[in-house]
């Protein structure tokens, strides 16, 4: 299975700003999916990433709130704009390489103050 | 649309016992797959099991073995002998089709192992 690579793994962040998650794959994945975790919850789909096309967001989530690029088949990355204390919540990728391999980040830990 | 359950939100077993964490899955789909992953207080998410609809036999890997009951739509986790690195965030999810597809986890149960 591939293995992903998050950074930031942790950040805290002024509200009003933005932050911009990476992550690379080290190999090349035709799908990618950005997931948040709020505090105490379980993983709610974001958006799912194509490579040279728009994501696909999940009701709830917009693109100018969580712009998302897929520039090639191994690097994909999440922003999280204009940001409110509500945003405070572990964000994480993963791929997905046939029916049995879902592999995610590290994640990334968002504390907005 | 698919949907998760799982009933158990905490546990607590004691060290080298077995534990079985619930979950049971509707979906109209008839080609589907059942993961399990582990979430330590660190927040990765680990693979652990999976388990594919057309599947004959349960899975199994290592001190994880799943309990499919397709009948039922229950797809138990089981782990034998647990460990105290076993305490953690424990997720089902399902899954539809056979590639592209996203997952949809279930709101987790949190296991503690007692020394």
């Known amino acids: 299975s591939a293995v992903i690579s998050q950074k930031p793994s942790r950040d805290i962040c002024q509200r009003g700003t933005s932050l911009t998650i990476q992550c690379q794959v080290d190999s090349q994945v035709t799908m990618m999916f950005w997931y948040r975790q709020q505090p105490g919850q379980s993983l709610t789909l974001i958006a799912t990433?194509?490579?040279?096309?728009?994501?696909?967001?999940e009701s709830g989530f917009v693109i100018d709130k969580f712009p998302i690029s897929r520039p090639n088949l191994t690097f994909s990355t999440l922003t999280v704009s204009n940001m409110s204390p509500e945003d405070s919540s572990i964000y994480l990728c993963s791929d997905q390489t046939g029916s049995y391999g879902y592999t995610f980040g590290s994640g990334t830990r968002l504390t907005v103050v | 649309a698919q949907k998760i359950t799982q009933t158990q939100p905490g546990m607590f077993v004691q060290e080298k016992e077995a534990v079985t964490l619930d979950c049971t899955y509707d979906?109209?789909?008839?080609?589907?797959?059942l993961f399990w992953y582990k979430q330590p207080s660190s927040g990765e998410m680990i693979f652990l099991i999976y388990q594919g609809s057309y599947d004959q036999q349960n899975a199994t890997e290592g001190r994880y073995s799943l309990n499919f009951q397709k009948a039922r739509k229950s797809a138990n986790l089981v782990i034998s002998a647990s460990q105290l690195g076993d305490s953690a965030m424990y997720f089902c999810?399902?899954?539809?089709?056979?590639?592209?597809?996203?997952?949809?986890f279930g709101t987790g149960t949190r296991l503690t192992i007692i020394p």
């Open positions: 979906t109209s789909d008839p080609s589907y797959g």
């Open positions: 990433a194509n490579q040279g096309s728009e994501a696909t967001y």
């Open positions: 999810a399902i899954a539809h089709g056979f590639g592209n597809e996203k997952l949809t």
